[in-house]
């Protein structure tokens, strides 16, 4: 594989979620936030908020930021032109879901090579009203999610991921057999059981209507995603509410 320090930067990529008390200083912010603006975007359909109140911030970390998509400040740039908005939300949204992850990675790696960790945290979703509250956010901006920030003060080993020939499917979708599913499963439990990062993190996903048999020597992460997205929100009715919350309305139906 090739190497140079752009990759080694992102390849040494894991999420941080114990700081130092060091506090990053306004020009490394300005920074990464610049270079998460130099991503590629569609239609520039974000904006950041900024917390540094390290008390109230999740896993303590000085910063906290909060990557909203928003419609809000890029409907007045149309209206200076004389122009409304009728592309439905759902295009905009997913542009602009594009556009913020982009942008948020930007700032990942930016961070990263300046010496700071990062996490993200994807409860923004769920919390979207509340968020709006707090920060004002006007009608047309939606929290999409908050990314900690902060100097490591824990340096864990980087996580894994599938086999790239699981990932990496040239010219045609393969078929799938079971010998290529039990390998990528594999790779993915073995990496995390060995760090022990599910018992590290006490992060065992409840079961509602099974019966447990798992512990920490054999929860990983297979199981802890299927728990994840096997028991909860059959509907998209609590995501609708708080996208309506917000001021963007997308239909509930489901896409053919
Ligand atoms: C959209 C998104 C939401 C996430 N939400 C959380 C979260 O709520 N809490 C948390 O501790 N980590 C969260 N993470 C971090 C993932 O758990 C982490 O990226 C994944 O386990 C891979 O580990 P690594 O980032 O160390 O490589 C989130 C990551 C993403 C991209």
Redesign the pocket.
Known sequence: MKSNLVIQTMLD?????KYTDEVPSDEVIKTIVRVGQQAPFASQYYSVLLSRDRERN??KAPLLFTICIDSYKFELIMARRNWKLVTNDLTLMLFGIQDAALMAENMVIAGRSLGLGS?????ALYRAEKIAEQYDLPKRVFPL?QLVMGYPAED?P??P?YPIEFTLFEDKYPKLNQDTISKAMQQMDEGYLAQD?YRN?N?KIKLENREETFTYDNYS?TEHICRKWGQWYPDPKTLLEQLEKCGFHITGKRLK
């Not at 990529?13 to 979620?17: A, E, F, G, P």
């Open positions: 990529h894991k999420s941080i979620r999740p896993y996490c993200f945290l994807g409860s999610v864990p980087t996580r991921r990062y993190l992060a992460w």
